[in-house]
């Protein structure tokens, strides 16, 4: 089993009841080291996020204090998209060391993004869940995206094009079909949150999927899926059988 899966816990090395710094670890053992010679899949989450930390506080290790946080705010996605308001009320947190997190998963997002616009989405399904996961999946309130395709099914570019609350958002085909006109697109991967956790479509995402797929075939671009994403979970209306697309 490899790090990022592990939930085993690192047992912070003592002496006399004091935390010894990570410099004093054996080699193997520190997270850079360890990163170095067994690579990142090596390392366990809060590992991974001590090397982002760089230094611990008093009392508390880098790897201690990373372990602290993913405690308190219960798993690496929600801490990842946690304000600077929610993370500064934690023991050693600052403004530097959000800003260092945010940073870091922006790379992360933007990297999903400039793989998608040089492979065919429909060629690589995990980045695009990834991508979508990224962006929205552990909002609290509905967003609702549109991945504009070239004709080779190349991301054009990942709109946020509505906002809602906690229950729902207001979607406008007529809208929709506007901005894929703008930006040339060939065809279109719709994707929404739901915030309550639970990712199966209601009666009205069906009903707007089936009023997108008709608006969108009188201009000719393709609805080749709407997904729905939760904390943890994703929804395919395509994988479902709930919308045929077109294979040409």
């Known amino acids: 089993m490899n790090g990022r899966h592990s939930h085993r816990n690192i047992v912070a090395r003592t002496t006399g009841g004091v935390h010894s710094p990570i410099s004093e670890w054996p080699k193997g053992q520190q997270p850079r080291e360890k990163l170095r010679l067994a690579g990142p899949e090596a390392l366990s989450d809060a590992e991974l996020l ?17 372990q602290d946080l993913l405690g308190t705010f219960g798993s690496l996605p929600r801490l990842l998209n946690s304000s600077a308001e929610e993370i500064t009320r934690c023991y050693g947190m600052g403004i530097s060391k959000w800003a260092q997190i945010q940073a870091a998963y922006e790379l992360v997002k933007r990297s999903l993004e400039h793989e998608l616009m040089h492979d065919s989405v429909l060629g690589s399904p995990a980045q695009m869940r990834e991508l979508i996961q990224a962006k929205i999946g552990h909002l609290p309130h509905e967003v609702f995206l549109c991945l504009h395709l070239d004709s080779k099914n190349r991301l054009i570019e990942c709109q946020e094009l509505f906002r809602g609350s906690v229950a729902q958002t207001a979607i406008y085909p007529r809208e929709i079909v506007k901005e894929a006109l703008i930006r040339n697109s060939s065809a279109l991967i719709v994707a929404h949150n739901h915030p309550s956790g639970d990712p199966y479509p209601s009666k009205k995402d069906i009903e707007l999927t089936r009023t997108l797929q008709q608006a969108l075939q009188w201009v000719a671009i393709g609805l080749l899926d709407h997904c729905i994403v939760s904390q943890s979970s994703f929804f395919s209306f395509v994988e479902a059988g709930i919308m045929d697309i077109d294979p040409n």
Do not use: D, E, M, S
């Open 50 to 66: 001590a090397i982002f930390l760089r230094v611990g506080v008093k009392g508390k290790t880098a790897v201690t204090l990373a």
